[in-house]
């Protein structure tokens, strides 16, 4: 049992990000092991990928090609995944927190009887075990654990998305592609996805923009909502939200930032009437600079932000939006 | 048709504890409770009650609420009852205090077991103590059965299927299975609902069924802990926040922009 097994994802242009992401951290954690990188990569057909993944950090690409795993049906890559540790029988196996990883990580490792930590944000190798160390936060982000794993069986690791940079794709790296065949057929779906709804608002992704403004329940109801989406309009960013927003149904759950929304890393991010409490602050805190517009001095929102004031938002928002409109325009 | 669920809800501290309130004993490697905030049932397993809730007046139910752990605070585990869940199950016992999350699918299995015929067992997406979001996997896997996790809407269909919605970040899947099944829940099904008087009433008539671990056939060996917690500690910001005043609120708000303007961040 050695090496390091990476579950790989694929989306239809090409690795998904997360992908790029767990590489770059399996070799991180390689050069302190000299394990081997193995990913697998699931789907109906592999094809450039294959190199995209060596260039990114793998050693070997497994290409696990079956039709049904064309789509990111749960207990097929599930399936397929068991069948490729196996074989491999790493000594950790990583994977993303994604809709398909988070499932398929655990799941994994309850049939295996391996150990598994979910949703990490650090790893790496004890020096004096050789054995994993990992750091996730805990209670919502308002504590941070470390934990190992028992015994020397395998590991498997899901990391937190968008907390690992990719490495510079390096075309010069060679690595060893395989056909890695696997035995599944349709009785292994035992839940299946018929559909699937998108529900994408317009313009930029809240996951990509450089500038987010959000509301939350301060807010009092869903008509505010308009002037920050006007105001992110105007600064060419996207409109986000606490969950408070979104439970009350004042604005859409796609909105949702936080530890079971969308992890956003704008260089600004506007928050109005927000108290910042660790569950939101779990999506936001890599942001490179945070601006709080809250009536509370003692908000915990305060204690993350870089600017701030200390108002009520209906006072203080519309002279902001009309001086941003007027340097914009100037 | 009637089914049968079991909706597994754990005790956790209160996640709306003020951050001045929220103390870590560093050597125990535990989180204090803050004085005089009690404990309340996780989250989304109130959301869970509910989706149960709601099948038990659409297609009917018998609603078995459990929970594993000890140092139970009766009134609180007695809301799923006050809600309109039909009988509670505690598994109270030392032994089963603080589980790993391989430990509590195993510990949740069996007792799902004792329970004997089941449908759908139902439980919360994540714990929002330990946010492991693993145990249901583990209870589905254990005990055989199809998992679908996220839901933000269950429908049971007259030949007993499921059919339900994932929550995902950007919309939702469909997600079709047989029963018996096991679902996790998300805040996106709604609002629990409140108990109501007759409810509370009813509630505090009720016994709950209490098991220790060997009743559920566990002893410690078979609760050891795969994942080890090393360190627990509260994470410290440095970040510094410049306050930006004004003669008023308004005038504070342009100040705002001009700031950010000069910081070049717009
Ligand atoms: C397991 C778990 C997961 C969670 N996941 C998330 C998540 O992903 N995202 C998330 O956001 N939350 C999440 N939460 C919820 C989180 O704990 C908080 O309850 C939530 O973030 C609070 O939202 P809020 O800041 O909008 O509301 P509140 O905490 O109610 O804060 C409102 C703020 O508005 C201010 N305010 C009120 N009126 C005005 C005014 N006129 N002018 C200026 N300021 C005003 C108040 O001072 C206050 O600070 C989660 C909770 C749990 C338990
Ligand atoms: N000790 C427990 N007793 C009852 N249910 C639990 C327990 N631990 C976890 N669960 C269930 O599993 C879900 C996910 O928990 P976790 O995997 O710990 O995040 C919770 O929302 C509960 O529904």
Request: proline share 5%.
């Amino acid at each position: 049992m050695s090496g390091i097994l990476v579950f790989g994802e694929m989306n239809p242009d090409g690795l998904g990000g997360v992908t790029g992401e767990l590489l770059a951290l399996a070799r991180s954690l390689a050069a302190d092991t000299g394990d081997e990188v193995t990913v697998a990569l699931q789907s109906d057909s592999v094809g450039s990928e294959a190199e995209e993944a060596v260039a990114l950090g793998a050693d070997i690409v497994l290409k696990v090609e079956s039709e049904i795993l064309a789509e990111p049906q749960i207990d097929a890559h599930l399936a397929a995944f068991e069948q490729v540790c196996r074989a491999v029988d790493p000594g950790v196996a990583l994977l993303g927190r994604t809709p398909l990883g988070r499932d398929v990580g655990p799941r994994l490792a309850f049939r295996i009887g391996a150990a598994v930590a979910q949703d990490c944000v650090e790893v790496s190798v004890n020096p004096d075990t050789g054995r994993i160390l990992a750091t996730r936060p805990v209670y919502g982000g308002s504590a941070i654990s470390r934990v190992s794993f028992s015994g020397d069986g395998a590991q498997v690791v899901i990391v937190r998305p968008k907390t690992f940079e990719p490495l510079d794709p390096d075309a010069s790296r060679s690595g060893d592609v395989r056909d890695f065949p696997v035995t599944l057929d349709e009785s292994a779906i035992r839940a299946r996805l018929v559909d699937t709804v998108t529900q994408q608002a317009e313009g930029v992704r809240l996951e990509d923009a450089s500038i987010v403004v959000s509301g939350g329940r301060g807010l009092g109801g869903p008509e505010p909502f308009q002037q920050l989406q006007s105001l992110s309009h105007l600064l060419g960013g996207a409109l986000g939200a606490s969950r408070a927003a979104c439970d009350a149904g004042w604005i859409d759950h796609s909105h949702q930032v936080g530890l079971t929304g969308k992890t956003i890393t704008p260089d600004l991010y506007i928050t109005i009437g927000i108290s910042g409490a660790s569950q939101h602050m779990a999506g936001c805190s890599a942001s490179k600079n945070i601006v709080a517009i809250n009536r509370d001095e003692d908000a915990n929102i305060f204690k993350s932000a870089t600017f701030g004031v200390v108002g009520d938002w209906n006072r203080v928002l519309p002279s902001f939006i009309e001086t941003v409109r007027e340097l914009r325009d100037g | 048709m009637s089914i049968n669920i079991v909706v597994c809800a754990k005790q956790v501290v209160d996640p709306e504890t003020p951050a001045s309130a929220f103390r870590i004993d560093s050597d125990a490697k535990r989180v204090l409770p803050a004085a005089g905030i009690p404990p309340v049932v996780n989250g989304f397993d109130e959301n869970a009650v509910e989706a149960a809730l709601q099948l038990k007046e659409t297609v009917g139910a018998s609603v078995t609420v459990l929970s594993v752990g000890s140092g139970f605070v009766m009134d609180v585990m007695k809301k799923p009852l006050s809600m309109g869940a039909d009988q509670l199950v505690l598994v109270d016992d030392p032994l089963v205090a603080d589980l790993d999350s391989f430990a509590t699918a195993r510990a949740l299995a069996e007792s799902v077991k004792k329970l004997g015929e089941f449908d759908l067992v139902l439980c919360g997406r994540q714990a929002s103590d330990w946010d492991n979001a693993m145990a249901p996997l583990g209870v589905a896997e254990m005990l055989g059965i199809p998992c679908v996790t996220l839901a933000q809407k269950i429908e049971v269909e007259d030949d007993g299927g499921i059919v339900v919605q994932r929550a995902l970040t950007d919309g939702y899947e469909v997600v079709r299975a047989t029963l018996p099944a096991l679902v996790t829940v998300s805040n996106e099904l709604g609002e629990p609902r409140y108990p109501t008087l007759r409810g509370i009433m009813t509630a505090g008539r009720k016994r709950p069924t209490v098991w220790s671990a060997s009743d559920i056939g566990l002893r410690a060996s078979d609760l050891a802990p795969k994942l080890l917690l090393e360190d627990l500690f509260v994470p410290v910001s440095d970040r510094q926040c410049e306050l930006i005043g004004g003669e008023d609120d308004a005038d504070a708000g342009r100040n705002l922009a001009l700031r950010l303007r000069e910081a070049r961040l717009i």
